[in-house]
């Protein structure tokens, strides 16, 4: 197990430095010019000079990369060519408004999930199950911004029930810190994207149990618990949905990561200020500071949390063997 977990760490560790040196070619290779944003061509040419030594771009891009990595590891990711802000500093502010959206609709979606498929699967083949599944397989291949536009228009426009776009009402008096995440003005406006995140991704846990749940009442220790009178619900609940929650445990790091990693679009339709909007800003605006850390920060959250699952798996499943 030991060599295992070294093995998967490194294989983690090669896996963000490729996409730190992707990130770092492409976006000096995309269209545009990204020192416009702060080299001006109107200043004198001795002007240019002076700004590209202070942003390292006058030395050759091998230089630049062995820069790049240096300032990776000591979380010196310079500063942005929009806002002349830190990087990190932005980063900080836009990763906790990301992670409570996300956090919060994880929540909802890895407790009601697990639970709706333990009930479906007890009640095979009846109303609740087919309605279940059809209403789940719908949320989950509706786009999340088709979603998100519906639930603006019905609750928000015509309804008038939430608030449109932000993570605040403007000019209302905001809390310093964390105090800011636990007002009711903020939960106000975190309701509406955290049930289009949730809605489109409750179907996988909930369809992973019930088959999960199917699979296991199958078994000969079901049977067995049946034989001895157990109630109904102390073998579905103690028996059967305890062996088989351990399919959802083991997707959840999965589906954790590609949540937050695929925020961009909701965040876009809420204008909540997370990680997701923050790249699509710096993308459009060849602000390649920005956008490299926020493409880096975002892939390594995707990659550890599979790290998590694979890792979790042979824990969680001791009938798992490991190869060497």
């Known amino acids: 197990m030991q060599e295992y977990i070294i093995r998967r760490t490194l294989y983690t560790l090669l896996t963000i430095f490729g996409v730190a040196t992707i990130l770092f070619f492409i976006f000096r ?3 545009g010019d990204p020192t416009a944003q702060v080299i001006s061509p109107a200043l004198d040419e001795a002007a240019q000079i002076r700004l590209k ?3 390292g771009l006058d030395k050759p891009l091998y230089i630049q990369y062995v820069y790049y990595l240096k300032n990776l590891v000591t979380l010196d990711w310079g500063r942005s060519f929009t806002t002349a802000e830190n990087v990190f500093d932005i980063l900080a502010y836009r990763f906790w408004n990301t992670i409570f959206l996300m956090g919060s609709a994880m929540c909802f979606v890895l407790i009601v999930g697990p639970g709706l498929g333990m009930l479906m699967a007890w009640k ?3 109303l609740t199950d087919n309605t ?3 209403l789940g397989l719908i949320f989950q291949s509706a786009p999340p911004f088709v979603t998100g536009l519906l639930l603006l228009m019905i609750l928000s426009y015509r309804m008038d029930l939430f608030p449109t776009a932000g993570m605040h009402t403007p000019g ?6 964390f105090t800011l995440f636990f007002s009711w003005d903020f939960i106000h406006h975190l309701i ?3 049930i289009t995140v949730a809605l489109y991704f409750l179907a996988m846990p909930m369809l992973v149990m019930r ?3 199917l699979e296991v009442m199958g078994s000969d220790f079901i049977e067995l618990a049946r034989a001895k009178g157990l109630a109904p619900h102390v073998v579905m609940i103690k028996h059967a949905a305890r062996n088989a929650l351990m399919a959802v445990v083991t997707v959840s790091s999965v589906l954790v990561g590609t949540a937050i990693g695929g925020q961009v679009l909701v965040e876009n339709v809420f204008s909540w200020p997370g990680m997701g909007k923050l790249m699509v800003e710096a993308a459009s605006s060849h602000d390649y500071p920005v956008a490299q850390a926020t493409f880096l920060v975002l892939a390594v959250i ?3 949390l599979n790290l998590l699952a694979d890792i979790s798996y042979c824990y969680l499943d001791p009938r798992i063997k490991i190869g060497k």
Do not use: E, H, N, W
């Open 172 to 177: 209302s008096a905001m809390g310093k810190g």
């Open 53 to 55: 030594q202070a942003y």
């Open 124 to 126: 095979r083949g009846s």
């Open 211 to 213: 088959d999960s749940m």
């Open 29 to 31: 290779i995309m269209p």
């Open 192 to 194: 509406l994207p955290a």
């Open 132 to 134: 279940g599944t059809v």
């Open 302 to 304: 995707v990659i550890v």
